[in-house]
């Protein structure tokens, strides 16, 4: 009995760095989902599929506004950001999701535990910001577009994209380094992946005031960037009802409709489960809510930007009218 109290409080006096080098390893069991069967195969085919296509999705964006001039603009520079962005973050957990729909339960050590806690939480916060910098280049271009390309130059949208990733990783740092730092006594995390909530359901303390820190770093962050959201795109709707006609109004709308559906997607999930009500994670529907912003919209991201866009559709072809020339050349 004294070795299970020496256990279970041990952890509370180390760091992060002690996590990595002390030789007391904490191993942790992934659950995953509670599938059978043939639903199971199913289930672990589907998401490979869905995987693949939103590798190979995101990768086309990239590829296709690096190649064609005709997408050289800051709105598909941030498009191509967001792409590149999506391919670590849906990378992050997919992983372990395959692993546990083929083989069931998943050992996974406490140092990649927190690593993957850390770095999918700063590629979500990392997407928070990158989302509401999108909502300004759309605010500067609908509002201001005679100052548009002056104030979006190149060195602007490299600074903001770098800004971004920066803000976004550095506050992830606040709630993944008190999660580390909490005693386990118990091993089984309730999801998919290492996340907030089931890994402090494991703690051996008391973790409402964790819970209440990593609300507000969260909460307000994801707040703070929606209000910023709303309001341009409350100054866009202003400046586009002010268009003489129906036709000019429609087009304005149309380059924002895609980047409100992923606002809408992405911050409508990641609310629920950061920020609702207890009972989304005590009835375990929080794992069931992340596929939603972890995996179904990086997977939908390259759909919603390519299907009903003119302009990159119009890309498509200009590349494969060049693709076919360099290949009749002799």
């Not at 030789?23 to 289930?43: D, E, Y």
């Not at 380094?177 to 051996?204: I, K, N, W």
Request: glycine letters at 6%.
């Amino acid at each position: 009995m004294l070795k299970s109290f020496i256990f279970c409080l041990y952890p509370l006096f180390l760091g992060i760095m002690d996590h990595v080098n002390h030789t007391w390893t904490q191993n942790f069991i992934l659950a995953g989902f509670n599938i059978f069967g043939t639903m199971r195969s199913l289930a672990f085919l589907g998401t490979l599929c869905i995987y693949l296509l939103t590798v190979s999705g995101n990768l086309f964006i990239i590829v296709l506004v690096k190649t064609d001039s005709g997408l050289s603009t800051p709105m598909y520079f941030f498009i191509s950001v967001l792409s590149f962005l999506e391919l670590w973050y849906v990378s992050c957990t997919v992983p372990t999701l395959l692993h546990t729909l083929l083989h069931g339960s998943l050992p996974i050590s406490s140092n990649l535990c927190f690593t993957q806690l850390y770095v999918f939480h700063s590629l979500g916060l990392t997407e928070c910001y990158l989302l509401c910098v999108m909502a300004l280049d759309r605010y500067l271009a609908i509002c201001l577009p005679l100052r548009y390309h002056a104030l979006m130059s190149t060195q602007v949208q490299r600074w903001l994209a770098g800004a971004t990733w920066l803000a976004g990783f550095s506050s992830a740092l606040v709630p993944a380094s008190l999660t580390a730092t909490l005693p386990y006594c118990l091993r089984e995390v309730a999801h998919y992946f290492c996340d907030l909530a089931p890994l402090m359901q494991l703690a051996c303390v008391d973790t409402g005031w964790h819970a209440q820190v990593y609300i507000v770093v969260i909460g307000l962050i994801n707040t703070c960037n929606l209000l910023i959201i709303l309001g341009l795109y409350g100054g866009i709707l202003k400046a586009v009802l002010k268009l003489p006609s129906a036709a000019s109004r429609a087009k304005a709308l149309s380059t924002c409709s895609s980047h409100i559906t992923v606002v809408t997607l992405f911050y409508g999930s990641a609310w629920i489960v950061y920020v609702g009500p207890p009972a989304v994670h005590s009835e375990g529907r929080d794992k069931f809510i992340a596929l939603v912003y972890a995996f179904l919209t990086p997977f939908l991201n390259p759909i919603i930007y390519t299907l009903r866009n003119k302009e990159v559709k119009e890309a498509v072809r200009r590349v494969t009218r060049r693709i076919k020339g360099e290949s009749k050349k002799p």
